[in-house]
């Protein structure tokens, strides 16, 4: 018979609750079960759980709300040394950055995707159908927790680039802090959401890792966008009447991203 130690029991655990969020079973933003049920799944002690649940909380994917429960923070691990370097950039600096990641992951998930990677992109693709706006840096009503487009974070799975994968989960945060947000608008409105995914879906689909490159592009350019002080915008790209609106609501004090 199999003897488990404590220390093996332990990373089951941890193995088993990372999964969990990394393959989005568990969404970010979502509560996750109550200790005595965790105990129960994985047939461990509650102690264990206790300790894993602080080993993802360390890394930033989970976060322990007193009184009201552990909820999913990042589908990847995070951390809060990357948050203190990032706090130091502006958020021009800060979004090129996610540009650039998201399209260095749109080409890596191209050449490195499997077959469940795409079944799972293209299963978020459907799930995204009917947003108003691609949901990438999207808030709860409170502005607290976030969530972020499963398909969006799908992509750096699909990568299989752990530092990329991690670099942009705290990206995504940065440019969630209070200081940042109100300054961006997201202008792409659902249906050009829907066009521009399809289009990066079908480059991985077929592995056509430069048009994943192009495609990608052309999404990041009008999906979040920044209205800086000087009442430009960032990327200043050609704009369609309907975008121009929502970057106006954003320098008239009304925050376009949801
Ligand atoms: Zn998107």
Redo the contacts with the bound molecule.
Sequence with gaps: MAVTTGSERARGALSYLRRKISTGEWAVGERIPIEPELADQMGVGRSTVREAVRSLASMGMLETAPGRGTFVRSASPTSSLLDEFLADFSLEEILSYRRALEVEAAQQAALHRSDEDLAALEQATIEEVGCSR?P?LSLTDSGEGAFD?R??RLIFDAAKNRLLAALYAGINDQLRTPQHRGRLANV?TGAE?ER??QRVLEAIRKRDFIDAVHAMVD?VDH?VVIVNDQQEVVPPLARTPEQQQRIDDVRDGRPAIV
């Design positions: 691609c990438v487009s398909f969006h792409a959401m521009d995914h999404h999906d």
